[in-house]
C-alpha cells in the first residue's frame, strides 16, 4: 500500500526556522519530491531527494532517510511570502507513479 | 513561454452534465497526468499518459475519461457529473523517464469545479 503522513498545520514566526516532517510507506521508491502551494495557486517545485542526507537550496534544505522513510523540510530565515502548504510526495519505480502527501500548512506571522 | 495552460478556470455543473476539461503544455513533455485536490485530502491522480495516444488509471478513475490525441494535450471528460466530482483539478506535464530530474512536474493553474 502506499500511504504518506504530514502533520496539518504549524505555526512559525518571521525569522525563525521551521521543520516540516514526512513519512512515507510505498510499494517502490526512486526519489522524494517538494513543491509549494500558496492559497488559490498551483504546487511549485522545491527540491528532490534520491539519497540519504541533506540537500542545500538557498533558505530550503530538504533530508531523507530511506531505512526510516522519512525526510524534512527546513525552512530557514522565515519570511511572510513562505505561508503557504508544503506538499511531500514519494517517485515509485517508474516516472509515473507519484504518490502525493497531504500537505502541510505553514503560516508565519510577525 | 506558457507553460501549462489549462482550460475553464471556473465552471458550474447540474448533476448529470457533461464537461471536458483541456490541458495544454508547450515544453514537449512526454508525460501529462491529471489530479484532483481536495481539503485535507492532497492531490490524488485520477488518468495520466506516458505519451501521444497512451493513457492509464490513476488511483481515483471512476466517473472521468481522458485522450490524449496530441503530444501538447490532455483532455479530462467528465460524462455525467455527480456532487463528489466538486473539487479543484490540476493538470501537470513532465518529461518523464526514469532521471528524478526528468520527474519534476509542472502545473497548471487549476479548474475550480462545482457540481450541483
Known amino acids: 500500500g502506499q500511504n504518506i503522513d504530514q502533520p496539518t498545520e504549524m505555526t512559525a514566526t518571521e525569522g525563525a526556522i521551521v521543520q516540516i516532517n514526512c513519512t512515507y510507506q510505498t510499494s517502490g521508491f526512486n526519489g522524494l519530491f517538494w513543491y509549494q502551494q500558496h492559497a488559490g495557486e498551483a504546487p511549485t517545485f522545491l527540491s528532490y531527494n534520491v539519497l540519504d542526507g541533506l540537500e542545500e537550496k538557498g533558505r530550503f534544505s530538504s533530508f531523507l532517510s530511506r531505512s526510516k522513510g522519512y525526510s524534512y523540510l527546513l525552512l530557514k530565515e522565515l519570511q511572510m511570502k513562505d505561508s503557504a502548504s508544503y506538499l511531500c510526495?514519494?517517485?515509485?519505480?517508474?516516472?509515473?507513479?507519484?504518490?502525493f502527501g497531504p500537505g502541510t500548512r505553514l503560516s508565519v506571522l510577525p | 513561454n506558457a507553460g501549462v495552460t489549462q482550460t475553464p478556470k471556473f465552471r458550474v455543473l447540474k448533476t448529470g452534465q457533461s464537461m471536458t476539461l483541456l490541458c495544454a503544455q508547450d515544453?514537449?513533455?512526454?508525460?501529462m497526468y491529471w489530479y484532483r485536490q481536495d481539503p485535507g485530502m492532497g492531490l490524488r491522480l485520477i488518468h495520466y499518459s506516458v505519451g501521444e495516444g497512451t493513457t492509464a488509471k490513476g488511483e481515483v478513475p471512476d466517473g472521468y475519461n481522458v485522450s490524449r490525441l496530441k503530444k501538447q494535450n490532455f483532455l479530462l471528460g467528465l460524462e455525467s457529473a455527480a456532487p463528489s466530482q466538486t473539487s479543484v483539478y490540476f493538470c501537470?506535464?513532465?518529461?518523464?523517464?526514469?532521471?528524478?530530474?526528468?520527474?519534476?512536474?509542472?502545473f497548471g493553474a487549476g479548474t475550480r469545479l462545482s457540481v450541483l
Open positions: 501537470a506535464s513532465s518529461y518523464g523517464g526514469l532521471a528524478q530530474s526528468k520527474n519534476i512536474q509542472y
Open positions: 510526495a514519494v517517485m515509485g519505480n517508474y516516472g509515473q507513479n507519484f504518490v
Open positions: 515544453m514537449n513533455h512526454e508525460y
